[in-house]
C-alpha cells in the first residue's frame, strides 16, 4: 500500500506541445473524411439499398454526371487534408474558412428525412467543419516588433 502511494506522490504532469494550426485543420479534414466514410458504408444496410444498387436502381447517382458530381464533393475534402499543410498561411485560412462553411452548409442540407446514424454523422461533420472555418478564422497573426 505504501508503494502505490509513494509512486502517486512522485507522478509529474504530462508534457503538452502547441499543435500548429495546419496540423489541426488536417486532422479535422481527415475526421470529416472518415465520418463521410462510415456513413457511406452505413447507408449500404439499410433494407433494400444493396438490392437496388444491384438492380441499378440508383437514381442520380447511377449517371456519370452524378458519380462525378459526388466525386468532385468528395475530393475536395479529401485534398484539403494535405493542402491544409501544404497551401501558404494566407490561402490555406481562406481556402479552410470558406470551404468549412460550404461544407457545414452542404451537410446540413442532407440531413431533413435522413435516418438517425446519417444525422448523427451529420452533425459529427458539421461540428468538425465549423471547428475547421472557426481555426482558420483564428489563425495567429506574427507579431512584430517595431
Known amino acids: 500500500m505504501e508503494r502505490m502511494a509513494t509512486s502517486k506522490a512522485r507522478a509529474t504532469p504530462l508534457s ?12 479535422l479534414w481527415t475526421a470529416v473524411m472518415l465520418c463521410y466514410i462510415y456513413g457511406d458504408i452505413f ?5 433494400g439499398s ?3 444498387i444491384a438492380a441499378g436502381n440508383t437514381g442520380f447517382f447511377g449517371t456519370q454526371g452524378g458519380l ?9 475534402p479529401s485534398v484539403m ?3 491544409s499543410i501544404l497551401l501558404a498561411p494566407k490561402i490555406s485560412r481562406y481556402a479552410n474558412i470558406a470551404l468549412g462553411i460550404a461544407y457545414t452548409v452542404v451537410i ?8 438517425a446514424f446519417y444525422i448523427f454523422l451529420g452533425i459529427v461533420e ?3 467543419t465549423l471547428s475547421i472555418a472557426w481555426i482558420a478564422w483564428r489563425w495567429p497573426r506574427v507579431r512584430t516588433t517595431s
Open 81 to 83: 487534408v494535405a493542402l
Open 108 to 115: 446540413l442540407a442532407t440531413l431533413p428525412h435522413a435516418w
Open 68 to 76: 462525378l458530381a459526388s466525386s468532385l464533393l468528395m475530393a475536395v
Open 126 to 128: 458539421a461540428v468538425l
Open 16 to 27: 503538452d506541445v502547441r499543435i500548429p494550426v495546419r496540423l489541426k485543420l488536417s486532422a
Open 50 to 52: 444493396v438490392r437496388d
Open 43 to 47: 447507408s449500404l444496410f439499410k433494407p
